[in-house]
């Protein structure tokens, strides 16, 4: 009887030491710990990474984006019923701001100079207010695309190519999976590992962006701005 305890003291610490190196072994595992898309096919990574992005309620996007020979620098957070932020382009920065239909903007004189050509009298005016932007205005169309949540995401979040699997990869902190489309030259989109797999970084075919997704479902105020810093242009927006 009195030997038993030393051996079965020695058998558990052999059953410890197997189960820590079982253990390690298994310590290499990308997808431990993680919500399991890494173990999918690229084409179902993207099509949950888009699904989980169209399901949100809001996202803040942010980073550059170019369309034909302009490149846009931008930091929006959107919501299915509008957005705000900045845009900035041609050395210029203006606040756009949609609350369901009503659509604003506001800038500096000298964005409304470069807009009015040279008419100082109508960029006096316009500067540092809220412009209403008239819905029938060419000017309405062009900017509410940037607070537009489904346009932007839908437009954006498209890889070219074949679609691929590109490595674990990480974004502020947390696991990603990249998937890329033709090797890298259709752009390249890191979903993330935790939680929901929304999209975190996405770098467009072509040389043509990159762009962050944060903040996910987390709410912000979206409201129209005060009655005296809103001005209503009362007709067409000077165009450039």
């Given at each position: 009887?009195?030997?038993?305890?030393?051996?079965?003291?020695?058998?558990?610490?052999?059953?410890?030491?197997?189960?820590?190196?079982?253990?390690?072994?298994?310590?290499?595992?990308?997808?431990?710990?993680?919500?399991?898309?890494?173990?999918?096919?690229?084409?179902?990574?993207?099509?949950?990474?888009?699904?989980?992005?169209?399901?949100?309620?809001?996202?803040?996007?942010?980073?550059?984006?170019?369309?034909?020979?302009?490149?846009?620098?931008?930091?929006?957070?959107?919501?299915?019923?509008?957005?705000?932020?900045?845009?900035?382009?041609?050395?210029?920065?203006?606040?756009?701001?949609?609350?369901?239909?009503?659509?604003?903007?506001?800038?500096?004189?000298?964005?409304?100079?470069?807009?009015?050509?040279?008419?100082?009298?109508?960029?006096?005016?316009?500067?540092?207010?809220?412009?209403?932007?008239?819905?029938?205005?060419?000017?309405?169309?062009?900017?509410?695309?940037f607070t537009d949540k489904d346009t932007l995401l839908g437009s954006l979040l498209t890889l070219h190519g074949a679609v691929t699997t590109d490595g674990r990869h990480e974004q502020a902190g947390v696991r990603t999976v990249r998937i890329t489309g033709d090797e890298g030259a259709g752009g390249s989109l890191d979903?993330?590992?935790?939680?929901?797999?929304?999209?975190?970084?996405?770098?467009?075919?072509?040389?043509?962006?990159?762009?962050?997704?944060?903040?996910?479902?987390?709410?912000?105020?979206?409201?129209?701005?005060?009655?005296?810093?809103?001005?209503?242009?009362?007709?067409?927006?000077?165009?450039?």
């Amino acid at each position: 009887m009195n030997h038993r305890r030393p051996l079965r003291a020695a058998t558990a610490a052999c059953i410890l030491a197997a189960t820590a190196t079982l253990t390690a072994c298994g310590g290499d595992d990308p997808d431990a710990g993680t919500n399991g898309v890494g173990k999918l096919t690229p084409e179902k990574i993207q099509t949950r990474s888009r699904t989980a992005a169209e399901s949100a309620q809001t996202v803040r996007l942010h980073g550059t984006v170019a369309a034909g020979d302009n490149r846009y620098t931008l930091d929006m957070r959107l919501k299915p019923d509008g957005g705000s932020g900045s845009v900035a382009a041609e050395g210029t920065t203006f606040q756009v701001l949609r609350v369901g239909e009503q659509l604003f903007l506001k800038a500096d004189a000298g964005f409304w100079s470069h807009d009015s050509h040279g008419d100082d009298a109508a960029a006096g005016k316009l500067a540092g207010k809220y412009v209403k932007v008239p819905k029938g205005d060419p000017a309405y169309q062009r900017f509410s695309g940037f607070t537009d949540k489904d346009t932007l995401l839908g437009s954006l979040l498209t890889l070219h190519g074949a679609v691929t699997t590109d490595g674990r990869h990480e974004q502020a902190g947390v696991r990603t999976v990249r998937i890329t489309g033709d090797e890298g030259a259709g752009g390249s989109l890191d979903v993330s590992l935790e939680g929901t797999p929304y999209p975190l970084r996405l770098e467009r075919a072509g040389s043509a962006g990159t762009i962050g997704f944060s903040d996910w479902n987390k709410d912000f105020t979206l409201a129209q701005p005060p009655k005296d810093d809103t001005l209503d242009y009362g007709g067409q927006l000077p165009t450039s």
